[in-house]
């Protein structure tokens, strides 16, 4: 009965979808890229060398998949990888990705998931933080195919990704390995029955410090010797950007802000509503290290992790929606970080409040306060070392997750 109820959702969604691609472009790139799937997959060369399959929901899970894949290539160049995704914005952006073969994921309707198995051939599968389906476990379980989810966070009360619900909890058992980001609830869940979980951390954390790394490498010339502003501010969402305005307005600050959303249209709506006095260009605007305009907007996606060197604290948007976006890159560049109040399930967000490191603010009037602390003071040095030392300490994900999947594939072959 299950799993007739389970396929009949799956049914509604895809048909929701293509009703939705009459008007959204999202589900159209969803249901074009999914055309013809057989024979791409069918197409794949026979294998040679091991191959590794990973799944990931979007771009915020690729990146956290991205570490262990180029560590394992790094490890055995010859391993072969499929990457598959969920979603179209992760799809269009990665899908020249050069260490992987990369597909979308056919949905998971009866017979896609056998067929899958058959033709992909894994020898090996990954899936990451909590896009978890039932289908194409049970075929990997099927066909007693090593299978591990990495970069796990949920914790007690969480309906769907604890053991609340029995066929969750029954997905989740079937892993060969569940690697969670924090210790905190591992006790908890193995009192529920769960013998497959360890603690590696967020692999998220390897890329970040990775990607801090290569940021002279990166930075275009023209922001070579920029001077450095008060506040980067990244993934910005309209109710962050009315405070992150008026503050500028308030302390004549200085400020990089890239918005969630780099389409024309909302880069307009944003430089249109800023107040008289902040003047504005936009990042592509700049062509050389001089710049006088207040506000400086990012119009294009990728390069937010290389601009946070650029500014002396940084604000994380998002808070005042559904939840904030990546901290850990600013870490990464020994920058503490601001945002707004709903960040409580994101545990680096929690650590760093608890280091003093990290700060959320409701309103204009308390970032207005914690920025008059922070930057005339300097302390913001203190504060981003606290941030950057924490960091440290939490890497290495990669290299567990890795150490397993090589000595599992040498036990297998």
Do not use: C
């Amino acid at each position: 009965m299950i799993w007739v109820l389970y396929f009949f959702a799956m049914y509604l969604m895809s048909a929701g979808i293509r009703i939705s691609a009459l008007w959204n472009d999202k589900s159209k790139k969803w249901i074009h890229g999914r055309k013809n799937w057989v024979h791409k997959v069918k197409s794949l060369p026979s294998k040679s060398n091991p191959r590794i399959w990973f799944h990931v929901s979007s771009l915020g899970e690729f990146e956290q998949a991205r570490p262990v894949m180029e560590s394992l290539k790094r490890a055995q160049p010859g391993l072969e990888i499929i990457l598959t995704f969920f979603s179209p914005s992760g799809f269009s952006i990665k899908s020249n990705y050069p260490l992987a073969t990369v597909f979308y994921l056919p949905e998971d309707l009866p017979g896609h998931a056998k067929k899958w198995i058959e033709w992909v051939q894994p020898d090996f599968a990954v899936f990451v933080k909590y896009d978890l389906w039932a289908g194409y476990l049970n075929a990997l379980h099927q066909k007693s195919i090593p299978t591990i989810l990495i970069s796990a966070h949920w914790h007690p009360g969480a309906t769907f990704h604890s053991s609340a619900l029995p066929p969750t909890r029954s997905l989740l058992k079937g892993f060969n390995q569940i690697f969670l980001q924090k210790p905190d609830h591992l006790d908890y869940f193995k009192n529920k029955g769960f013998n497959n979980l360890t603690v590696a951390g967020d692999t998220r954390i390897d890329r970040s410090l990775e990607l801090a790394d290569e940021v002279d490498q990166r930075l275009p010339k023209s922001l070579k010797g920029l001077p450095v502003v008060d506040v980067v501010a990244g993934s910005t969402w309209p109710a962050d950007e009315k405070i992150l305005m008026e503050v500028a307005e308030k302390l004549n600050l200085q400020m990089i802000i890239a918005p969630h959303d780099v389409s024309e249209a909302n880069i307009t709506r944003l430089i249109d509503s800023l107040p008289l006095s902040l003047s504005a260009i936009r990042l592509s605007a700049i062509k050389e290290p001089t710049v006088s305009e207040r506000i400086i907007v990012v119009d294009s996606i990728g390069v937010l992790n290389i601009l946070y060197p650029l500014g002396r604290v940084a604000y994380i948007g998002g808070g005042f929606g559904p939840g904030i976006h990546n901290t850990l890159e600013p870490i990464a560049h020994h920058k503490p970080v601001l945002f707004g109040p709903k960040y409580q399930k994101f545990p680096e967000a929690v650590d760093l409040i608890a280091l003093n490191a990290a700060w959320s603010v409701a309103n204009a009037q308390e970032l207005t306060e914690r920025l008059k602390q922070l930057l005339p003071t300097g302390r913001f040095e203190q504060a981003g070392e606290i941030a950057y030392n924490y960091l440290t300490a939490q890497s290495g994900a990669s290299k567990k997750i890795t150490q397993y999947i090589l000595a599992t594939l040498g036990a297998n072959n």
